[in-house]
Each structure stands twice: as structure tokens, then as C-alpha cells.
């Protein structure tokens, strides 16, 4: 089974806010400002437009000198470890981004919606680091707290739990995320995807595909999806998928080609196989090769269609180094009352050094001579098949049948 294509990887998109944090009001200012500093205030000041201006280093050495300064209180700790926390953010030094956060905290100094917001932030980094225990834990406590959590960090959730194998919790976040939104991104639905297929739920895994497809029609989603209705005993359901593939020209590789070709076969629809593979070998896509000439052949006599299977049958039996596929050619031109091609399919077919049964070939050649009235070559060909144990007694009789008819002995 094709398995579904959604990304293991994770993309976190971090709110890095540097003048004050986003979840404070007007009040909550006023009161920061009431007890930070004036010192305080103005390296905490200078360092934040360093780090809009990308001026990481002078914004470091800003923190820097705060940090080694001793009287300072708790929420200006609080916030120097939150400014620590942006700069390495913004360089993409998650560790020490992770240290500062925690460090930030630890202080238990920052306001309510404030401390909120660093431990979203910290759940992100966590993911980002592939530390999902923890990035687990900070954003069950988060969403525990607060009053309307986001989809988004409803997904955040379900992709922690999903690289920790827990996929009965990740599903429930992960449902939830895609059900507050009305029309959920690609990667939403791909992770909803990606837990029914390692929960084996592959009735869900269908519906989820049959969601997908219509708003992001991509060649792999109707691969998976015709995979899965054939593991789910539905093949023709997996048939009318490559059907569709194919019309719409996705199909593109030998493999590909082969399953639908195989499709047609299982549904006991051969007339379109032979349509589909005659087209491709015509198209260069599959070589005129014994094999793919002896399937075609095989296609259109399974549909009944005998004077297009004729060439492809030919073409087969020329190729191989045995003489059957010429006996089965043969047989094809006895059923259409061709008795002098017959003939002729059955001497070359005789002329080659391998042939699975010799005899049957030879008497098979004396009953076409029989019946073209070519009766000294019937003889001959009903004397060489009596060789041969498994058509002996039928050769016997059928040398009686010339005698009576010549009147020879």
C-alpha cells in the first residue's frame, strides 16, 4: 500500500514580541512600568530596537551587562531572560532560546496573559527541538489555562503526540483543530491522514482522502486513495480511481501503468487493458517484448476480440525461442476456420527446438492438412505425433481416418 505522503517535519512560526508581550494591556503596562527601573527600563529599551534593527550582538551585550548587574528584581529578571529568550530566537539558537524561557519562568514574575504566551512559545521550541515529552506537558498545562486555545496549538499539540507514537491523544487534538476551521490547510488534513494510517484505520483514512482530493487534487492522494480501496477489498472503487488518474494523464510510470493494466484484468474488463497497453507499447512506453506482446494477445482474446489479438500473437511467437505461442496462434486461426494459416503458425511453431508439447502440435497439423484434403502430408504429420505417448492413440485413429478416406493401407 501506497502510504500516505504527509511530512514528518515540523513548522513553527514564532511571535516575537519585543517592545512588550502581546497578551498585556494598556493597565498591565502600567503596572510593569511601575516596577521596572529606570535602568532597567532603558537596557530592556535599547535592547529591543537593537533586535529590531537585527543588531543581535549589541542587544546581547545589553543583556549582558543586566545580567551581571545584582540589584535588580524579579519581573526585570523576568523580562531580561524574555529579551534573552527573542534574541536567540531571532538567530535560530533554540537551545539557549529554550534556557531563557524556562529561566524567564522560573522567575514566576511575569503576569498571567504574559507568562501565558512564553509557554506557547516555549511548546513551539520544544517541537522545534524534538522535545516532545516536554513540548507535551508545557502545552497540555497551557490549554489547560486558557479560555479559547487556537487550532493551531491544538495541532502543535496532536504533531507532539504523534512523533511520541501517541495516537489515540493525537487524533483527538488533531480532529479538533481541523473542526474549528472551514476550510483546513493541506498539512492540517495530511496529519489527520497520517494518524488514521498508523492507527490502521483505513476506512478513515479513505474518507480523509476523499475530503483532500477536491480541494488539493494532486496525483499522490488519488494513488493512496486507489491503494487503499484495493486494501480494502473494493477494487472497483480502486479501478474507477486510476481510471481517472489515467484520463487526466498522471499516470506516468511503467509500474503505474502495469497496476491499472492489472485492474482491468482483475475486473474481467480485458478489452480496456489491451486498449490501455496496445496505446502505451504504441506510445514507447512499454517495449514490444515477448511478455507485453503475449499480455496484449491475451487481453483481446480474453474479450473475445480474436482479429486483434492475431498480430500481437504473432509478434510474440516470433520472439520466443519456444514453439507454443505459435501452436496458440494456430488455434486462434482454427477457431476462425483459417486452415491454411494454421497450418502455417503450426510449422513454425514445430520448427523451433523447444516446445512444450511436440505431439499435440504435429497432430494438430494433421487434422488442418485432413481438412485441407492434403491427405499424404496428413499421414506424415499423424505418423510423427503417434511418437509421442500422450497423443499416440489419438494419431492411430485419426492414420485410420486417412486410410478409409484414400483407401491406402
Known sequence: MIRP?????????????????????????????????????????????????????EALELMNTMSGRRRINEYEKALMWQTYAYIYTSQEKMGKAIEAFEKCLATQAMPEAAALQIEYNLGQLYIASQKFRKAVAILTQWLGKVENPSPESKRLLAIAHVQLKQYSQALKYAKQAVAAVRAPKESWLQLLLSIHFEMKQLKKVAQILERI??????????????????????????????????????????????????????EDVPHKAAQVLGEEIKNGKFPPNEKNMTLLADSWLRARELDHAIEPLRAAAKLSTKGDLFVRLAQVFMEQEKWKKAAEALSSGIKKKEMTDRGNAHLLLGIIQFRSKSYNKARESFQKAGQFGNVSNSAKQWLKVVREKTGSR
Open 5 to 57: 505522503i504527509a511530512s514528518a517535519s515540523v513548522f513553527v512560526f514564532f511571535c516575537c514580541l519585543l517592545n512588550a508581550d502581546p497578551a498585556m494591556g494598556r493597565e498591565e503596562k502600567k503596572e510593569v512600568q511601575s516596577v521596572v527601573n529606570a535602568w532597567a527600563g532603558k537596557q530592556l529599551n535599547k535592547a529591543h530596537k537593537a533586535i529590531d534593527k537585527k543588531n543581535f550582538k
Open 213 to 266: 482530493i477536491p480541494r488539493f487534487p494532486k496525483k499522490n492522494y488519488w494513488m493512496q486513495l486507489a491503494a487503499v480501496y484495493n486494501e480494502l477489498g473494493q477494487e472497483a472503487k480502486s479501478l474507477a480511481v486510476f481510471e481517472l488518474i489515467y484520463q487526466q494523464g498522471m499516470l506516468k510510470t511503467n509500474s503505474e501503468l502495469q497496476n491499472l493494466i492489472s485492474l482491468y484484468l482483475q
